[in-house]
């Protein structure tokens, strides 16, 4: 694992940055795949070739800002800047799939085993006192998302996601989820009180919102809790691609 430093020489104690963000460490601990918390209040969460078999989670105890268990699969590639943490793997499941095509059905199937093998029991743990985006380029499959302990302002997956589910924290403003490339299974849970504007493009199936269930809807669909209107603090919720097995649930 490297952790680059940060691109700009800059300065981002600046009460008007966005971000309030203490310059990286000198030395870092590369093997313990952990990044100090040094006073962020908002950060960004950046994951380059998607996530299979993880789960990302904000931990009330947490004292580092970000802290990887790899669960004995390849670590990541870490680069801190000013306001984001990104994170990439040398292989991806595109390349797993680029690299396989060609050695017939057998060695296919082994490198898709060998792949999840590889990226199973990975966790992200994340620090509670951090409003968090998480933007997520690849897809997700078999994936968890725990923020219910800390704060979010955004969430944007690209790539598509199949067997994923959201927990979400109470919204303080109205907070932007944006999945393209179609969703199946999915679930999200949130706070009592915390209303929810759906849009789906590409027409959804098997959809439940709380008490309402819908068996199909073609084309785009728009639906909300009741309690969205304004700046209300609440999810927007935006799909497109299509959706089926969609679970939104009060907590």
Same mark, same amino acid.
């Given at each position: 694992?490297?952790?680059? *430093?940060?691109h700009?020489?800059?300065?981002?104690?600046?009460?008007?940055?966005?971000?309030?963000?203490?310059?990286?460490?000198?030395?870092? +601990?590369?093997?313990?795949?952990?990044?100090?918390? &040094?006073?962020?209040?908002?950060?960004?969460?950046?994951?380059?070739?998607?996530?299979?078999?993880?789960?990302?989670? @904000?931990? *009330?105890?947490?004292? +580092?800002? %970000?802290?990887?268990?790899?669960?004995? $699969?390849?670590?990541?590639?870490?680069?801190l800047?000013?306001?984001?943490?990104a994170? &990439?793997?040398?292989?991806?499941?595109? $390349?797993?799939?680029?690299? @396989?095509?060609?050695?017939?059905? !057998?060695?296919? &199937?082994?490198?898709?085993?060998?792949?999840?093998?590889?990226?199973?029991?990975?966790?992200?743990?994340?620090?509670?006192?951090?409003?968090?985006?998480?933007?997520?380029? $690849?897809?997700?499959?078999?994936?968890?998302? !725990?923020?219910?302990? $800390?704060?979010?302002a955004?969430?944007?997956?690209?790539? #598509?996601?199949?067997?994923?589910?959201?927990?979400? *924290?109470? *919204?303080?403003s109205?907070?932007?989820?944006?999945?393209?490339?179609?969703?199946?299974?999915?679930?999200?849970?949130?706070?009592a009180?915390?209303?929810?504007? %759906?849009?789906?493009?590409?027409?959804?199936?098997?959809?439940?919102?709380?008490?309402?269930?819908?068996?199909?809807?073609? #084309?785009?669909?728009?639906?909300?809790?009741?309690?969205v209107?304004?700046? &209300?603090?609440h999810?927007?919720?935006?799909?497109?691609?299509?959706?089926?097995?969609?679970?939104?649930e009060?907590?």
């Open positions: 694992m490297l952790i680059d *430093p940060p700009s020489t800059h300065s981002t104690h600046s009460t008007d940055h966005p971000y309030r963000t203490a310059p990286a460490p000198r030395e870092l +601990d590369l093997e313990s795949g952990r990044v100090p918390y &040094t006073g962020q209040t908002r950060m960004r969460l950046t994951i380059g070739s998607g996530l299979a078999h993880a789960r990302i989670v @904000v931990d *009330p105890a947490a004292r +580092d800002l %970000l802290a990887i268990e790899s669960g004995g $699969g390849p670590r990541p590639r870490i680069r800047a000013a306001g984001e943490v994170l &990439t793997w040398r292989d991806s499941f595109g $390349g797993w799939l680029c690299n @396989v095509l060609t050695a017939g059905l !057998d060695a296919f &199937t082994a490198g898709l085993d060998a792949f999840a093998a590889g990226h199973g029991e990975f966790a992200i743990i994340l620090h509670p006192s951090v409003e968090w985006t998480l933007a997520i380029r $690849g897809g997700l499959s078999h994936f968890a998302c !725990d923020l219910s302990a $800390g704060a979010v955004r969430i944007d997956i690209a790539g #598509g996601c199949s067997h994923v589910l959201l927990d979400l *924290p109470l *919204p303080t109205v907070v932007p989820i944006r999945i393209s490339g179609g969703a199946s299974s999915i679930g999200v849970r949130r706070p009180e915390a209303g929810v504007a %759906l849009g789906v493009s590409g027409g959804i199936s098997m959809l439940r919102l709380d008490n309402s269930g819908f068996g199909a809807i073609g #084309g785009g669909a728009r639906l909300d809790t009741g309690d209107g304004g700046e &209300t603090p999810y927007q919720l935006s799909i497109s691609g299509g959706a089926s097995d969609l679970a939104i009060r907590r």
